[in-house]
């Protein structure tokens, strides 16, 4: 069973915002940082940031500063993912992923089935 | 242009040996980060293959294993099968904090 339950796909147009959802279950959440990663259709992985759902914090790639924001709700379990500003090449499969390990050798055990947003006109 | 650098593309016949390559720099594998690999297969999220070089989560075949040597690191698959066909991605830790992948090898079993 997949741990981590993502929400839907979204169609966006340019200069909006995506806010995704990732909840997760079968775990204490504030145990684990949760990360975050893109794929844009047919290329590769790339790492956007992290949360650590137990303080709030975050780390984001350089790319992506002053765009994104992740945040967590630790009553429902869930992380939240948001991505202002959209571009076409935002369009992406968006996964979030558990960080197991110890900094900053963390490993991404599970991971979420991945939300695909499309920013198009 | 990935951080860590890794073929496009890889083939083999069913049975026999192939390895990837991931090569990085000093700021990363050379540094001594760990280096995990993940298999993706088409249409799935990627899922973790070996983790801190050479570990194999429960559940992975010992047909895959994984090794590293100064800034590069390998992931070699013996006893080829049909279902190993994916994408296969290395992933480390660089500097900044930002966790980095290669660009992704896709592994064609012909």
């Not at chain 1, 147009?13 to 909840?23: H, N, R």
């Not at chain 1, 990360?35 to 949360?51: N, T």
């Not at chain 1, 379990?77 to 963390?106: I, K």
């Not at chain 2, 000093?26 to 999220?45: E, F, H, K, M, R």
């Amino acid at each position: 069973q997949v741990p981590l339950v993502q929400s839907g796909a979204e169609v966006k147009k340019p200069g909006a915002s995506v806010k995704v959802s990732c909840k997760a279950s079968g775990y204490t959440f504030t145990g684990y940082y949760m990360h975050w990663v893109r794929q844009a259709p047919g290329q590769g992985l790339e790492w956007m940031g992290r949360m650590n759902p137990n303080s709030g914090g975050t780390n984001y790639a350089q790319k992506f500063q002053g765009r994104v924001t992740m945040t967590g709700d630790t009553s429902i379990g869930t992380a939240y993912m948001e991505l202002s500003r959209l571009r076409s090449d935002d369009t992406a499969v968006y996964y979030c992923a558990r960080a197991a390990g110890f900094s900053p050798n963390y490993y991404f055990d599970y991971w979420g089935r991945g939300t695909l947003v499309t920013v198009s006109s | 242009q990935s951080v860590l650098t890794q073929p496009p593309s890889v083939s083999g016949a069913p049975g026999q040996r192939v390895t990837i390559s991931c090569t990085g720099s000093s700021s990363n594998i050379g540094a001594g980060y760990d280096v995990q690999w993940y298999q993706q297969l088409p249409g799935t999220a990627p899922k973790l293959l070996i983790h801190g070089d050479s570990n194999r989560p429960s559940g992975v075949p010992d047909r895959f294993s994984g090794s590293r040597s100064g800034t590069s690191a390998s992931l070699a698959i013996t006893g080829l099968q049909a279902e190993d066909e994916a994408d296969y991605y290395c992933q480390s830790y660089d500097s900044s904090p930002n966790w980095v992948f290669g660009g992704g090898t896709k592994l064609t079993v012909l």
